[in-house]
């Protein structure tokens, strides 16, 4: 039974990665008629770039990609996911990309209020560790969520269900992502009143006001946090 299992999970992640190249012929970013679903390939290698992740969940199907948050690295690739909980600056690069075998991947961007409504009805999972808050993990794709995916790509082929029944799936795989090991987390940045949740409101007040003067005192304030306690869980 385990075996037929292993065997079936590996023709569904040939089928995901087979089905991707056939619809991108060519390099490049290629949103899709699903609100928040985008395709990408690309043909080469590249140096790493600035640029800011909104809440998204990114799956690697081939090739390899590397992210710096802070001073953190990550390195992710084939059949794996990298889910950004909050907003944050990020450099990014692909490491393995050619035109023979080309970095494939899909997104999703994340729902914020779905993922608190779902939070509400879903039971909190028991056993998780206390000390981590961080906003952003790499994780294996689960046979649920390849699952998902993979049934996300064949409504491309029918124009006329995509955009309703995509919503569903979406909400699924929303609802699939709580349940992962990262879905405390997620669980927490969009729990009102959370700590977590609060640092996702700085951050998004930083976003919209990097061009003014930041008082740190004013901006704990406004989240009713001590100086001292917004550093802590800022840095984390």
Known sequence: MAENYRFAAEDGRVALRDMIRGLLTEEGRFPTPIEGFTLHRYDHSDTAKPHFYKPILIIAVQGRKWVRMGVND????????????????????????????????????????????????????TEYNHDIAVGAAVQELSPEL?????????????????????????QEIHYRLLTTPFGHQLRLLNTVGSQNNKIDQAIMW???????????????????????TLYKYFKK
């Not at 961007?109 to 879903?122: E, H, S, T, V, Y």
């Not at 390849?146 to 569903?168: C, I, N, V, Y």
């Not at 976003?207 to 001292?228: C, H, I």
């Open 74 to 125: 990550i390195s992710f690739g084939e059949y794996t996911c990298f889910i950004a909980g909050v907003n944050m600056p990020v450099s990014s690069c692909l490491l393995e990309a050619t035109s023979e075998r080309p970095y494939l991947s899909v997104s999703l961007d994340l729902d914020r209020p779905l993922i608190a409504a779902l939070a509400a009805r879903i039971p909190a999972p």
């Open 146 to 170: 390849l699952d998902a995916f993979l049934r996300m790509l064949e409504l491309l082929d029918k124009p006329e269900h995509a955009k309703a029944l995509g919503a569903l799936i979406s």
């Open 206 to 228: 930083l976003r919209e006001n990097y061009r003014e003067t930041l008082q740190v005192d004013k901006l704990a304030g406004t989240l009713n946090m001590a100086p001292s």
